[in-house]
């Protein structure tokens, strides 16, 4: 249990008005803890939402020390208020850490950080549908000094932005351009399975080069062969071929995400069959050409599903199946939102309650 000493901000901000986006507001207070190597964690703390004193020579800014999570407080009505499976966020900040020598947090506290901040800005958590407040929660080595030498000071923060509805009218198919240059810096041995800001830093450029033609996101390949699917940008990937749904296997490079998690739970107890192994973008071009490719879509926190319309490999556009929204990303769609907002019956027990 941490003892969070709680400093309540003097000037509340007013709540944000019109289209709320994502990751542009942010709450009154964020949670912040130390940790040191002689003390461990220590001054768990909420305090208002602001900047904070870095020493420029910190190990963040220069050799990347850093990790984050994502997941959304849904109001289920009432002004009630809820998570999704936190504790999975918890293992999986756990597992980043340990790739990248930084301080592990127990599963309680870091679930226990969460539900502190969120319950004080509980009346941030936006109550129009599809709207939720993106938690974040995140840690930094902050060693100063610019010799590399691991971590022996770190700071973890969770810090909350009300977000708005992924989707205004419904699922949106979207265009994917397989990347075939640039790789992510996930090949086995890396960090692929981390939530790292540096897998990020080395997106950036392809998920520009994409944007630049009007494609919405990147679909990596492995970074050994160049042959395997990974995931979508910033979500794992899933494909409907011959009645049955597959999905890049955890191999180590790619990130194991709770939506993605969830889904095959899903699809289990609707008895929908599901493998998870690997899938070469050679066997997707065929599935394409032969009409046996029925869905494809991109699993994650920010969109839940998301139907994948357009494959673009090597300049070519192909359209899957009719280009629509497919039966089984309806379905995994409808399904965990209604269990997130509260509004289906949570059999797995996923939420949990805020207070
Ligand atoms: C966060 C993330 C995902 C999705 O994970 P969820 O837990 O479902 O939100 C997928 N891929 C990458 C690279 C990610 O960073």
């Known amino acids: 249990m941490l003892d969070i000493k709680i400093t309540k901000t003097a000037t509340p901000k007013a709540k944000p008005t019109g289209a709320l986006g994502f990751g542009q507001h942010f709450t009154d207070h964020m949670f912040m803890m130390d940790w040191n190597e002689g003390e461990g964690w220590h001054d768990a703390r909420i305090v208002p939402y602001g900047p904070i004193p870095m020493s420029p020579a910190s190990t963040a800014f220069h050799y990347g020390a850093e990790i984050f999570e994502g997941m959304k407080a849904y109001h289920v009505g009432n002004g009630e208020v809820k998570l999704f499976r936190p504790y999975e966020n918890a293992k999986r900040m756990n597992s980043s850490a340990e790739r990248l020598c930084l301080p592990q947090l127990n599963e309680d506290d870091f679930v226990q950080a969460v539900n502190a901040v969120v319950n004080l800005d509980r009346d941030w958590v936006p109550t129009d549908p599809g709207t939720s407040l993106y938690v974040r929660p995140f840690m930094i080595g902050d060693d100063h000094t610019l010799g590399v030498h691991g ?205």
């Open 151 to 355: 971590v022996h000071h770190a700071i973890f923060m969770v810090i909350l932005s009300p977000v708005g509805s992924y989707y205004k009218e419904g699922l949106n198919p979207v265009s994917i351009v397989i990347e075939k240059d640039d790789v992510r810096v996930a090949g086995k041995g890396g960090t692929g399975y981390t939530k790292c800001g540096g897998n990020y830093a080395a997106s950036t450029r392809a998920g520009k080069k994409a944007e630049l033609k009007g494609y919405s996101q990147v679909l990596w390949l492995d970074a050994v062969e160049r042959k395997y699917i990974e995931e979508v940008g910033s979500m794992n990937v899933m494909f409907k071929i011959n009645g049955e749904v597959v999905t890049p296997a955890l191999v180590g490079s790619i990130l194991p995400g709770i939506t993605r998690k969830s889904c095959l739970e899903v699809l289990k107890d609707r008895g929908i069959p599901a493998v998870e192994r690997r899938i070469s973008v050679d066997e997707l071009e065929q599935a394409i050409k032969d009409g046996t490719l029925e869905e494809a879509f991109g699993t994650g926190t920010a969109a839940v599903i998301s139907p994948i319309g357009k494959f673009v490999i090597d300049g070519k556009e192909y359209t899957v199946a009719d280009g629509g929204i497919g039966k089984v990303s309806q379905m995994l769609y409808d399904e965990i939102t209604g269990i997130q907002s509260g509004k289906k019956d949570d059999k797995h027990n996923w939420t949990y309650t805020v207070k």
